[in-house]
Structure formats: C-alpha cells, structure tokens
C-alpha cells in the first residue's frame, strides 16, 4: 500500500487544537492498517511569520505541491493586525489557494438532525438541511489587479479592488457543481449580480451556455446573490447545489453554516483540476471557521469541523469513501449522544471541550470501524 503524502498546517489559535484531534483519527486509521501515511507538518499564517517573517515558506509551499492531501486549520488573529499587507496571516492560505490552483471550493452545510435547535432558524426550516455551496476560489475580486491603496495627493486616497472572471474559470467551477449535482438532488442555483456587476452578466451567461453542454438534465436557476442570501434564511432547504463567485461565496457561506447550528460546524474541500495522467487533483481541507482568537488555547473550540473536513479528504483524496461515511456517522452518534462544546450547546446537554469532542467522536469512529 503505497504511503498517502500529508501535509498538517495547524496555523493559529484554534486551528492548533482542531487539528490535533485530527491527528488522533489519522494515527487510529493508520494503526488499523486502512491507509498508511508520509505525515509531514509545517508552519502557515501568523506562525510562519512569527518564525520566518513569511506567511508561509517556499519550502512549505513546495511541501504542499508534493502532498496528496493537505489538512488546514486556520490563520489570523489580532496579534498580527500590524503586520503588512503581504505578509498578513491570510496571505499564507491565499498562496495555497492561487499555487496549487485549487479552484473549486466545495462547502457542505448539513443540519445534524441533534442540532436543529442549535440553529438560529427554527426546526423545521433547517432539521434535514443538506447543501453544498461551491465557491469558485482562485479568482474574482481576491486575486484581480489592480489591488491598491494610491494617494491622491490632496490628503485623499482611493482603494482599488478588482473583480474579473475569464470563460474558462467559470466553465470549470459550473462543470463541478453539475456533476456533484447529478450525484445529489440534481439541482444547481448559479449566484451573482448581473444587475450591476459586468462579472456577473458574463459568469450568468457562461453557466448558461455551459449547462447546455451536456448538462441538461442538471436543474439550473440562477437567483440575484443577494436574493439568494434572503432565501438562504428564509428557506434553505430549497437548494440543493449553490455555485457562486470566490467573494459571494465567502459570504454566503458563513451565513450557511449559521442554519447548521455554529460555524464550528462546518468543513470544506479545496479542489484543483484532475491531473490527466494520475487521476489525482490537489487538495486541501479546512473548517470554515477562522482562528477564533477569544477561545484560543482555552481547549473550548469545535473540533468537529476540521474532524469533517478529514472525512471530505478520506472521500475526495483518499480514495475511502465508506471510511468518510462512518467518520461523518461518528459525529452524528456523538451529537445524539449529547455531548456539545460551547458553540453548539444548548439546555440540557452536556458541555464539553475540544479535546473531549475529539475523543468522543474518535470512540464511536472506533466502535463503527471495527464492527
Ligand atoms: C474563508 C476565510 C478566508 C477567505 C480568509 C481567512 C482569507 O474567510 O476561507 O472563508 O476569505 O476566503
Ligand atoms: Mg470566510
């Protein structure tokens, strides 16, 4: 069995302490002889700048481009609020992203039904939710140039951001959300805003003509985006499948995970393109949520995000997917069993910390595994 390359990027704050209950379920996985690991680690945001002035180091990146699998846990912090621009905590993840070419960003938003009245919405409007928002994440508005901050001269400034999309970048993010729709519900909405913007005029058209290629019996909408994060909080379990812009999507995204209970909540896959000779795309896994500063190093934090961006890695990368499914059926069995950290906790469970969430779920993983 040939050793899985992967690569952990703990970062900042929680990510730490997330990640390293990951660890515990890699090292169970490996000692049951299901897959065997190369686990390398190295430093990204705040820490790598703390360590090396960078956000993150050539040789981390050249890490990350040999590794078959990245698992992320999250960057940033206030610490690091007077660092610059380019150095910024963030800009570590963003290189990852724009690198590796990891366009496709996948994030599942499930309501455990356990959790339903953790959600800010009532019952029946999230209990059985199950959405994927897929974020196109290497282009629009984070990347396009110009990006600057000039002076006027006259004591005034002006910010300059760029958003821009080519054909072939919203061909291939609307192709990704086609063919995981026809693995689901077979429903995709497309997000923008071609009442203003001329992005969203050519990405509303290109989904279009690219839905018509072959993937006709996909359902298409297309909803205004911000329309969409109306319905998003009025009636969620109207979607099945979102495909939207890097920005959009970002936002929508946190809104989403909201209805599932707590940002703690919820994982994500970044995909590249399929390599035409291996079969294989890069990737890397990463919880929604940020660093969470306020709870860092406190052991408070939810782990079950980052335990559910492993499942998405066992599935997509892997090459497990019954492995992801009994990991996801662990979480289940862990919140029916009452146990929440702080985040999702509501009256009458029993409140526990991330390294208890962790090892709770890892029993039950346990306990599915070997049955
Ligand atoms: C996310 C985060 C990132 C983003 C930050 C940390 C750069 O909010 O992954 O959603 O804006 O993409
Ligand atoms: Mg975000």
């Known amino acids: 069995m040939a050793a899985q390359k992967l690569l952990l990027l703990p970062g900042d704050g929680i990510g730490v302490e997330v990640l390293a209950e990951v660890r515990r379920i890699v090292a169970f996985i490996e000692q049951k002889g299901i897959l065997s690991f190369e686990i390398d680690e190295d430093l990204v945001g705040g820490a790598a700048y703390d360590a090396h002035g960078v956000a993150i180091t050539d040789a981390a990146m050249a890490k990350a481009k040999a590794a078959d699998c990245i698992l992320f846990g999250a960057v940033g912090g206030p610490k690091w609020d007077g660092v610059e621009y380019d150095q910024r905590p963030e800009a570590g993840l963003l290189r990852l992203r724009k690198e590796l070419e990891l366009f496709a960003n996948l994030r599942p938003a499930i309501c455990y039904p356990a959790l339903a009245d953790a959600s800010a919405l009532k019952r029946e409007l999230v209990d059985g939710l199950d959405i994927v928002i897929v974020r196109e994440l290497t282009g629009g508005v984070y990347f396009g140039s110009p990006k600057e901050i000039t002076d006027l001269g006259n004591g005034q400034q002006r910010a300059v951001d760029t958003q821009v999309y080519e054909t072939y970048e919203i061909e291939r993010i609307a192709k990704v959300a086609f063919e995981l729709a026809r693995v689901r519900s077979g429903r995709v909405t497309s997000a923008e805003k071609r009442n203003v913007m001329k992005s969203g005029l050519l990405w509303n058209q290109v989904v279009t003509r690219t839905h018509g290629q072959g993937y006709e019996d996909v359902k298409l ?115 029916d069993d009452g146990y929440r950290t702080g985040d999702i906790w509501t009256d009458g469970m029993s409140k526990v910390g991330t390294s208890e969430m962790g090892s709770a779920v890892l029993k039950k993983f346990e306990t599915l595994v070997s049955a």
């Open 221 to 335: 909408d297309h909803m205004l985006a911000d329309a969409l994060g109306m319905q998003l909080v009025r009636a969620p379990k109207q979607f099945d499948v979102i495909v939207t812009d890097n920005l959009f999507g970002d936002i929508l995204s946190d809104v989403a995970s909201m209805l599932t209970g707590s940002l703690g909540m919820l994982p994500s896959a970044s995909l590249g393109a399929e390599d035409k000779t291996t079969g294989k795309r890069k990737a890397l896994y990463e919880p929604v949520h940020g660093s969470a500063p306020d709870i860092a190093g406190k052991g408070l934090a939810n782990p079950i995000a980052m335990i559910a961006s492993l499942a998405m890695a066992l599935k997509y990368s892997l090459g497990k997917p019954e492995l992801a499914d009994l990991l996801d059926k662990a979480i289940a069995r862990t919140l």
